[in-house]
C-alpha cells in the first residue's frame, strides 16, 4: 500500500510539472515546478522625436535670419525677363566697360568648359525694366581670378562627375570690401562646368534663390533663409541672383570664419549630420 500511495503520489506531481512524460522505464516523483505570476504591462503610447523647427538666430548662429523670413529679398525671375536681357544684348544695347571687353560680349565658350560666373560692375545694359539688374555677367576660365573668355547677361553651370558647382569666396577680397578698402574686386564666383542650352528658372520646382553682399555676408546665401551655402547641381545666374537645384548647406563647423563682421546664418544639422539637400530630379553630372 505504501507503494501504491508513492506511486500516486508521484504521478500527480508529474502532471502538474513541465517535465514530459517518459515512454517507459520506472517513474520518479518530482516537485512541481513553480511559474511566477505574469504581470500585466497597460499599453503605453510611443513618443518619437521630431525635428525642432528653425527658429530665428543672431548672426553667425544655427538658425533663420528673421530679416528674409518676409521674403522681401526673392525676386522671382521669369522666363520673359531672361528674354529681355537676350534682346537687349542682341540690339547692341550693352557694354562690357572697355572696348577691349566689349570685343568679348556674347562670345561663345564651349559646352563643358570650366567656369567661374560672376557679376561684371562696369558693365551697362541700357533699357533694362526696374526689376532687373541692368549688368552682364562675366565667365572667367576656372574661377573669378581666371582669365575673362565672355560676357552675357545670365550663365548656367553644373556639376562635373568629380565637382559639385563651387560658391566661391576669396576671404581677403570680401574683407576688402567689407571694410571699405576697395569700392570692387573680382572676389566671388559661382564656379562649375559651362552648360550654354540649360536656364534654370525660378518657377523650376525645388530651386533656392541665392544671393552674395560682401558688406553684409562672407559666403553666398539662401535668401529666404539667410543660411549659408556651398555647392550645388545646377545654378543659373543672372544680375545678383543665382538659381540653383541641388544645394549644399554650410555647416557651421566647416565654414570659413569670417574676417570683417557678417550677417550669414547657418543651417540646422538634420539627423545623422548632413546639411544636404538632394536633387529630387538626379540630375545628371557632366562629364568633360
Do not use: W
Not at 209 to 219: C, D, T, Y
Amino acid at each position: 500500500m505504501a507503494g501504491g500511495r508513492a506511486i500516486a503520489k508521484g504521478l500527480a506531481a508529474l502532471l502538474k510539472s513541465d517535465v514530459p512524460a517518459p515512454t517507459g522505464g520506472r517513474l520518479i516523483a518530482r516537485e512541481p515546478t513553480l511559474r511566477p505570476p505574469v504581470r500585466e504591462v497597460p499599453d503605453r503610447p510611443v513618443k518619437y522625436l521630431e525635428e525642432q523647427p528653425e527658429a530665428p538666430v543672431e548672426p553667425l548662429g544655427i538658425g533663420l535670419d528673421k530679416e528674409l523670413l518676409s521674403g522681401k529679398a526673392i525676386k522671382n525671375y521669369t522666363e520673359d525677363d531672361f528674354n529681355i536681357l537676350d534682346d537687349l544684348v542682341s540690339q547692341g544695347k550693352a557694354t562690357a566697360g572697355t572696348k577691349k571687353a566689349n570685343k568679348l560680349l556674347n562670345a561663345p565658350i564651349k559646352e563643358g568648359s570650366m567656369l567661374g560666373v560672376r557679376l561684371n560692375l562696369n558693365s551697362k545694359i541700357e533699357g533694362v525694366p526696374e526689376n532687373l539688374k541692368p549688368m552682364l555677367q562675366t565667365l572667367h576660365e576656372n574661377s573669378a581670378s581666371g582669365k575673362a573668355l565672355s560676357y552675357k547677361p545670365y550663365a548656367t553651370v553644373v556639376a562635373t562627375d568629380k565637382k559639385k558647382v563651387k560658391f566661391y569666396v576669396s576671404p581677403k577680397g570680401r574683407e576688402d570690401i567689407a571694410t571699405g578698402k576697395k569700392a570692387k574686386y573680382p572676389a566671388m564666383s559661382v564656379n562649375g562646368a559651362y552648360a550654354p542650352d540649360l536656364k534654370i528658372l525660378p518657377s523650376d520646382p525645388d530651386v533656392v534663390e541665392i544671393g552674395f553682399n560682401p558688406r553684409a555676408h562672407h559666403l553666398f546665401i539662401d535668401l529666404k533663409t539667410g543660411q549659408a551655402v556651398k555647392e550645388a547641381d545646377a545654378a543659373t545666374v543672372i544680375g545678383d541672383r543665382v538659381y540653383a537645384k541641388g544645394i549644399t548647406y554650410f555647416k557651421k563647423s566647416e565654414a570659413p570664419e569670417p574676417i570683417a563682421s557678417s550677417q550669414v546664418r547657418y543651417k540646422k544639422k538634420k539627423r545623422g549630420g548632413s546639411v544636404i539637400t538632394r536633387n529630387p530630379y538626379d540630375y545628371e553630372p557632366k562629364a568633360i
